[in-house]
């Protein structure tokens, strides 16, 4: 494909990479069959093939309207479309460049900017997102059905074992999870402390910054990122092995901050490291004798999330540990196309982000599994305002 990207973008350090990853596009269309929006409305520019034209157009300086990025903001940034592309095109990294660029150009009504505002400035810090939660259990009973499924009951808090062995690991504070299901990343302190491993909590640590980043905030996004990086450095130094996610989102995104800090001059090199050591949960266990956990009988649909399968590309992980266990997992139909939390994308899009959940759910069903498991705060927090109390993260499985 011919590129002629306009001065505007040329003057950007991601201008050759931008250049590539438009280059790689053969146009084949196999991304389609792949993409949930696609699926769903059947129009080709809420497709990937779509969106990479309307991105070219952009990026080359012809008009752009409210309609390109109305397009653009329905894409989920599943990356199914990676997976299935035979040309390696980097379609989640063309999005997350352009985006700005055409917010820029574009603009945003007000109500948008509101929101978008409200959400990051809200959602990444863990005691104004608590507060929020606070004040939202509190006014339930006079919301509306739709957001009163969304506010989950207050979490009983949960104490972490002591760390008591000479293998450390450590573990972000992290923003919206610590709020919303604290008995994930405690699930996981005991799982790690039965092996062997403490999982240290970092201080000074928050949010991993996806949730900016894929709102077209990459300032604020890189300056959390820096704000990781700085906070583990020393525990690092000290002999931590790994940085473990427990929600595969986060883990997507701190695994990228050595190549979305590449050229900063003073962060290239610790960012590098940093992303080098982030672990998944499941990349840890997968690695260790778990002959100390025991299954119960209970039959599991295992949810994958995007960001596992397509991000991570840590398809069938999770599943080897549970089975390795003894569960039993049931097959699950589709199980590429996204549940439609995707961030905040279920706050911004209901109605498309309800249609897709209440899908999986289907598809989760199908063999009438005991419980469902998945392994991203959002998918869960998400799948589990249709109703549907079955649905765990997988770690607390692990007995």
Same mark, same amino acid.
């Given at each position: 494909?011919?590129?002629?990207?306009?001065?505007?973008?040329?003057?950007?350090?991601?201008?050759?990479? $931008?250049?590539?990853?438009?280059?790689?596009?053969?146009?084949?269309?196999?991304?389609?069959?792949?993409?949930?929006?696609?699926?769903?409305?059947?129009?080709? @520019?809420?497709?990937?093939?779509?969106?990479?034209?309307?991105?070219?157009?952009?990026?080359?300086?012809?008009?752009?309207?409210?309609?390109?990025?109305?397009?653009?903001?329905?894409?989920?940034?599943?990356?199914?479309?990676?997976?299935?592309?035979?040309?390696?095109?980097?379609?989640?990294?063309?999005?997350?460049?352009?985006?700005?660029?055409?917010?820029?150009?574009?603009?945003?009504?007000?109500?948008?900017?509101?929101?978008?505002?409200?959400?990051? $400035?809200?959602?990444?810090?863990?005691?104004?997102?608590?507060?929020?939660?606070?004040?939202?259990?509190?006014?339930?009973?006079?919301?509306?059905?739709?957001?009163?499924?969304?506010?989950?009951?207050?979490?009983?808090?949960?104490?972490?074992?002591?760390?008591?062995?000479?293998?450390?690991?450590?573990?972000?504070?992290?923003?919206?999870?610590?709020? $919303?299901?604290?008995?994930?990343?405690?699930?996981?302190?005991?799982?790690?402390?039965?092996?062997?491993?403490?999982?240290?909590?970092?201080?000074?640590?928050?949010?991993?910054?996806?949730?900016?980043?894929?709102?077209?905030?990459?300032?604020?996004?890189?300056?959390?990122?820096?704000?990781?990086?700085?906070?583990?450095?020393?525990? @690092?130094?000290?002999?931590?092995?790994?940085?473990?996610?427990?929600?595969?989102?986060?883990?997507?995104?701190?695994?990228?901050?050595?190549?979305?800090?590449?050229?900063?001059?003073?962060?290239?090199?610790?960012?590098?490291?940093?992303?080098?050591?982030?672990?998944?949960?499941?990349?840890?266990? &997968?690695?260790?004798?778990?002959?100390?956990?025991?299954?119960?009988?209970?039959? &599991?649909?295992?949810?994958?999330?995007?960001?596992?399968?397509?991000?991570?590309?840590?398809?069938?992980?999770?599943?080897?540990?549970?089975?390795?266990?003894?569960?039993?997992?049931?097959?699950?139909?589709?199980?590429?196309?996204?549940?439609?939390?995707?961030?905040?994308?279920?706050?911004?899009?209901?109605?498309?982000?309800?249609?897709?959940?209440?899908?999986? $759910?289907?598809?989760?069903?199908?063999?009438?599994?005991?419980?469902?498991?998945?392994?991203?705060?959002?998918?869960?927090?998400?799948?589990?305002?249709?109703?549907?109390?079955?649905?765990?993260?997988?770690?607390?499985?692990?007995?």
């Amino acid at each position: 494909m011919q590129i002629q990207l306009a001065d505007f973008v040329k003057a950007k350090p991601e201008h050759d990479e $931008l250049a590539g990853i438009l280059r790689a596009c053969v146009h084949c269309g196999f991304c389609n069959a792949a993409c949930p929006t696609y699926q769903v409305l059947g129009n080709e @520019l809420d497709g990937p093939r779509g969106r990479i034209y309307l991105m070219k157009q952009a990026l080359e300086g012809q008009a752009v309207s409210r309609l390109t990025q109305q397009h653009l903001d329905l894409c989920l940034s599943c990356r199914a479309c990676e997976t299935t592309c035979p040309s390696g095109v980097r379609y989640g990294r063309l999005l997350d460049i352009s985006r700005p660029m055409i917010d820029a150009i574009v603009g945003r009504s007000l109500p948008e900017r509101i929101v978008r505002g409200l959400i990051t $400035l809200i959602f990444p810090y863990r005691q104004r997102f608590g507060a929020l939660m606070a004040a939202a259990r509190l006014a339930k009973p006079a919301l509306p059905p739709a957001l009163k499924q969304k506010i989950p009951p207050k979490p009983a808090a949960i104490a972490w074992p002591k760390a008591r062995h000479a293998r450390k690991m450590l573990a972000l504070s992290g923003c919206v999870q610590n709020i $919303l299901a604290p008995e994930i990343d405690a699930a996981s302190t005991r799982v790690l402390d039965k092996l062997g491993i403490s999982l240290i909590p970092v201080p000074g640590s928050g949010c991993c910054g996806a949730l900016n980043y894929h709102l077209a905030d990459p300032r604020r996004a890189l300056a959390l990122a820096r704000n990781n990086i700085d906070a583990c450095r020393p525990l @690092l130094e000290q002999g931590a092995e790994a940085i473990v996610m427990t929600a595969s989102g986060c883990g997507v995104m701190a695994k990228d901050y050595g190549a979305l800090l590449q050229t900063d001059p003073y962060y290239a090199e610790p960012a590098a490291r940093f992303s080098a050591l982030v672990k998944d949960l499941c990349e840890v266990l &997968i690695a260790e004798d778990l002959s100390v956990f025991k299954a119960d009988h209970r039959t &599991i649909a295992f949810q994958s999330p995007c960001t596992l399968q397509h991000g991570l590309r840590l398809s069938g992980v999770v599943e080897t540990v549970l089975q390795t266990i003894g569960y039993r997992l049931v097959a699950v139909p589709d199980e590429h196309l996204c549940c439609g939390s995707a961030g905040v994308y279920s706050l911004l899009r209901p109605k498309l982000a309800a249609r897709l959940r209440d899908d999986k $759910l289907q598809a989760l069903e199908t063999h009438q599994p005991d419980i469902i498991a998945t392994a991203n705060i959002g998918c869960l927090s998400h799948l589990q305002s249709a109703g549907n109390q079955k649905i765990v993260h997988w770690i607390e499985l692990l007995h």
